[in-house]
């Protein structure tokens, strides 16, 4: 079967890429264009570790065929930092140890700045709903709720 | 010892790996590609328990992308009648594990494998290979495996004579149990179970293996060790472990689950017959057919106490599946059951049972949990019955030094009572309940562990510091490093830099795992760390023509002391290692040591839940986690294990369990249906680090990571209790157990 040509927008480069019809958009990120920072952690949606921006809209790469990014834009991970200058929401899970092994980071940073996005003042209810499609085994989540909570705050005191 | 005037150590300094993290670019197991590789994948019995009679592979083999293909033919076999043992493994059950042999023993075993072009085409060869089998009557439950007429899973292990499944016991025994319970006022014994429960780790497993002609050998892959990654795909494959080289690539979670091997040694034969890099990764449904999870049980407590407390005799019996092959975590649901109490007559007695489920891997405290849910949920009850606060009932009988425990020590310096005297103080304990709401409280112990690590100190040209380790990093043990060797050289924490040696570049060291990492790699550091500052002290005596013993180190400088004090001005880190190339050369230094001294922890857990009882969901409104931790030296890590091994703790009694169907394989291999708890399942967690240093550890370090999944269980369940008045002794609680229960009551009641 022929490859589909696929020509998109990741973290504002132009890319085009080939793909088989039944790959998924987390495939072709972490094996054809070697961006492997979104996670597959289950491959049916169920951990979040894959967690992508499609057009501004949170997606698991893992559920979205790679041809369907045909004509839209995507965020990564990769995408979050400008340039060396890390985004507030990495800062602050550094500062706050919000990460243990990791491997579920990338995912619920992608998400919890989906979520600052809509929501720059979260509720400690909303952060945790938001994020319950982000599973992570490692911290009890006590500390990453506690950092997108003291993101969102700090965030809006410089917005003022 | 450290105290106040520390700078780094005790505080939460950024994790040397954290920036790779937040940003995406940590190289985890399935990240890694090598020039020319391609893909394998794993073929697995559709049947829980078969003689396999023949494999024909003919087909795959000459499917076009195809490049090699495995079964056990290709792997070493070790004979059932000689034990191997490597660490907590046996390489007789390793070698039938990673590949069946002469029977599946587990829906999800595997049988063959195959390296193709594409993992498309991989996935198709599998399918093309051509299994005969004979299928056999299986056992999943312990009940039915120990059955009089039981489905044998190896007839060369035999019990009271018999080919049986019981494959081991284990006993402990202090005093005399029945004379102790002659004393008694009150005696409880009650009958408990749990189910087996996976680690979870979020990381499938993955390796990417390259065997070259001559067999050389590159392996990168997640573990909790690639000293033990190496030594078993020797044994496995025959390769020699001086060819191999082992890199540890980050861990993405592993909780005991990645202290064993399943992939390596497939790929590297995959990789010796095609001739090139092989990757492979598991799939989420893979992950819950074939690897961990940690053993469901089966428990029988009985405790006697005296009308004032003091417990006079205890005795317990657990009953652990191990899976398809031998090795049940028997030593830690015996060993840690009654260990945060001084009882002077205690018999545990532990059976290790296979069934035709995956073989069991370490999990947190292995066997602890299991252990403490039957041991703490009978002391809920003897409290009840006696009319004693369930916390005054475990300080009254709270083990202490001097203590005598059956499973063999004497305790030396210990904070069990601290942890309890903490709960009961905190306002937590006090704290208003409502309508359907409840607390429990239960305490919890694990041996904690030392054994062979190495490390290496070398300062750079530059005079900043790379010290490298032979243990994956699982909890934040590269950021506890750098602010212990930033202490003892009293500079910057962010000039040192620390890493994890693959096998070639660093000694032998020993599994991350039972909380033994940072107690013996402190120790390994601290004496390379040591060792570097008298080389500095040597090279500045040298420098100014004065006895090394007239100089002293601080502040990140040689100063001359006694008599000389003032004469000189201090040499820093930075000025010595411009001048060691004219004043000695290279500095640094290592240490291999095979560590002592690691003393157990004990933590005690308070847990209020609320129940929905027209839902049945039990959902856990606060927690609280007390544990003597000896000296948190990244005190944000520390909160992070404990945090952690509680939410580990509320799947475990709510909501984890695996769902065999009548033909014997799991309904429920992924997180939709095996239900982890979620961020919006839990509250935030309190933690009280409490610090009775360990007087045998430079830093006082006694090990933090296994205790925290100890108590959670029967603290929740003690909790349930105490809001409907219901005694679950069989995990989890899930919703529909939940409703069952209450609409008995009602029932009941009517």
Known sequence: MAKLHVTTTINGEPTEFLCEPHHTMLDVLRDTLDLTGSKEGCGSGDCGACSITLDDRLVCSCLMLAAEAEGHEIKTIEGMADGDKLHPLQQKFLEMAALQCGICTPGVLVAADALLKKNPNPSETEVRYWLAGNLCRCTGYDKIVRAVLETAAEMRGAAE | ?750
Request: net charge negative; hydrophobic share 40%.
């Open chain 2, 1 to 750: 010892m450290s105290d106040m005037t520390n700078k780094w150590i005790g505080t939460s300094t950024v994790r040397p790996d954290g920036v790779d993290k937040v940003v995406g670019r940590a190289q985890y197991a399935a990240d890694a590609t090598m020039p020319g590789m391609i893909w394998g994948k794993v073929l697995r019995s559709p049947h829980p328990h078969a003689v396999i009679r023949s494999i024909d592979t003919s087909k795959a083999e000459a499917l076009p992308g195809v490049k090699s293909v495995v079964t056990a033919k290709d792997i070493v076999d070790f004979s059932v009648g000689t034990p191997v043992p490597l660490g907590i493994q046996d390489m007789r059950w390793m070698c039938r594990n990673v590949m069946a042999r002469e029977k599946a023993l587990f829906h999800g075993h595997p049988v063959a494998a195959v390296a193709a072009m594409s993992a498309d085409i991989a996935a198709k060869a599998c399918e093309l290979i051509e299994v005969d089998y004979e299928v056999l009557p299986w056992a999943i439950e312990i009940e039915d495996a120990i059955a009089p007429d039981a489905p044998i899973l190896h007839d060369f292990i035999k019990f009271e004579g018999k080919p049986s499944n019981i494959a081991g016991t284990l006993e402990h025994k202090l005093g005399d149990i029945e004379a102790g319970f002659e004393q008694a006022d009150v005696i409880v014994e009650r009958s408990f179970d749990t189910r087996p429960v996976h680690q979870g780790y979020i990381e499938p497993h993955a390796c990417l293996v390259s065997v070259a002609a001559d067999g050389k050998t590159t392996i990168w892959s997640s573990s909790q060790g690639q000293f033990m990654v190496r030594a078993m795909t020797a044994f496995l494959t025959g390769i020699p472990q001086s060819d191999i080289r082992a890199i540890p690539a980050e861990i993405g979670g592993g909780f005991g689950g990645k202290t064993i091997i399943y992939l390596e040694p497939v790929a590297a034969m995959l990789s010796k017959k095609a001739g090139r890099p092989v990757k492979m990764v598991m799939t989420r449904e893979e992950v819950m057919r074939a690897t961990g999870p940690t053993s469901g049980a089966k428990s029988t407590v009985k405790i006697g106490a005296k009308k004032d407390g003091t417990i006079v005799s205890a005795q317990a019996t657990h009953y652990l599946q191990a899976g398809a092959f031998p090795g049940s975590p028997i030593r830690g649901a015996c060993g840690c059951c009654f260990a945060p109490y001084d009882i002077p007559n205690v018999y545990t007695l532990g059976y290790d049972v296979v069934s035709n489920r995956s073989k069991v891997a370490a999990y947190r405290a292995p066997g602890s949990p299991i252990g403490a849910f039957a041991v703490e949920s009978t002391m809920d009850e003897l409290a009840e019955q006696l009319g004693i606060d369930p916390l005054e009932l475990r300080l009254k009988n709270a083990a202490k030094q001097g203590t005598k425990a059956a499973h063999g020590p004497v305790y030396p310096v210990m904070g069990y009572a601290e942890t309890v005297k903490a709960a009961l103080a905190h306002d937590h304990y006090k704290a208003p309940l409502g309508k359907f709401q409840g607390r429990g409280v239960a305490s919890g112990y694990w041996f904690n562990a030392g054994g062979e690590s190495s490390a290496q100190v070398n300062i750079t040209e530059d005079g900043n510091v790379v010290v490298t380790t032979g243990h994956p990093d699982i909890g934040g043990s590269r950021a506890s490093i750098a602010n212990i060797t930033a202490e003892l050289l009293g500079i910057d924490y962010r000039r040192v830099s620390v890493l994890i040696g693959d096998t070639a570049t660093i000694g032998y060291s020993n599994l991350t795992g039972g909380s033994r990492v940072l107690f013996a790699s402190a120790m390994v550091v601290t004496q390379s760390t040591e060792k570097v500052i008298e080389t500095l002290k040597g090279l500045a005596a040298k420098i100014w023509g004065i006895p090394a013993d007239a100089v002293t180190w601080s502040d990140g400088a040689a100063r001359p002391a006694g008599d000389n004090a003032g004469k000189f001005e201090p040499l820093t880190l930075e000025e010595l290692a411009a001048k060691a190339n004219m004043t000695g050369g290279p500095i640094g230094a290592g240490t291999q040591l095979n560590t002592t001294g690691a003393e157990g922890g004990f933590a005690t857990h308070i847990c209020d839940v609320e129940v929905d009882v027209d839902l049945g969901i039990v959902r856990v409104i606060r927690y609280t986690s007390f544990q003597d931790v000896g000296k948190a030296v990244h005190p944000a890590y520390v909160e992070g294990q404990m945090q952690g091994g509680a939410v580990q703790g509320i799947g475990w009694a709510l909501n984890e369990e695996y769902i065999y169907n009548k033909d014997g394989k799991v309904d429920n291999p992924g997180f939709l249906d095996y239900r982890m708890p979620v961020c919006s399942d839990v509250p935030m967690l309190d933690n009280v680090i409490i610090e009775v240093p360990n007087p045998l550890h430079p830093q006082g370090v006694r090990g933090v990571g296994e205790v925290p999944l100890v108590p959670p269980l029967a603290a929740i369940r003690n909790a349930v209790y105490n809001a409907l008045g219901i005694r679950f002794n069989s995990l989890p609680m899930s919703p529909p157990r939940v409703l069952e229960k209450l609409d008995a009551m009602k029932q009941a009641a009517e």
